[in-house]
């Protein structure tokens, strides 16, 4: 099956599966991924992720986290630049998330990091998804 926006399935996946209260869900794997993931898990919003051979492909596992094993830490996710209509913003213009609350993910020419890593780097680039 071909998705048009692997991102946004990501995101997708990991709010169902935290309104659902699993307690881990499987994303098919990609470097895009694998650093979103790395992202979110040292944001504190997932509890961690690995790499996973599952058939021909593979998969990352990631495990989500809750408060007192109840409230999912991950509240919201919104996918703000899509596949057809891409979001940039220059190094000045990296917006906050819920007045500094939650994060926002920047592809940027140094990699993908969050907004206030762009921030302090001074570089711009393109908003990929915004994470409370």
């Given amino acids: 099956m071909n998705i048009s926006d692997p991102i946004a399935d990501m995101l997708t996946r990991v709010r169902n599966a935290s309104r659902a209260r699993h307690t881990e869900v499987l994303v098919p794997a990609s470097r895009t991924k694998r650093e979103i993931a790395r992202i979110l898990q040292s944001e504190g919003f997932i509890a961690g992720f690995a790499e996973e ?49 939650g994060i926002v993910i920047v592809s940027t020419s140094q990699g993908i ?9 001074q570089l711009g680039g393109e908003v990929l998804a915004y994470v409370w």
């Fill in 53 to 101: 051979q599952a058939g021909p492909g593979h998969v990352l596992r990631l495990t989500l986290r809750y408060v007192d094993g109840k409230v999912p830490v991950v509240s919201g996710l919104k996918r703000v630049s899509k596949p057809g209509l891409r979001v940039y913003a220059a190094k000045t213009d990296i917006p906050r998330v819920l007045g500094g609350l």
């Fill in 113 to 121: 990091m969050t907004g206030a890593q762009a921030r302090k780097a």
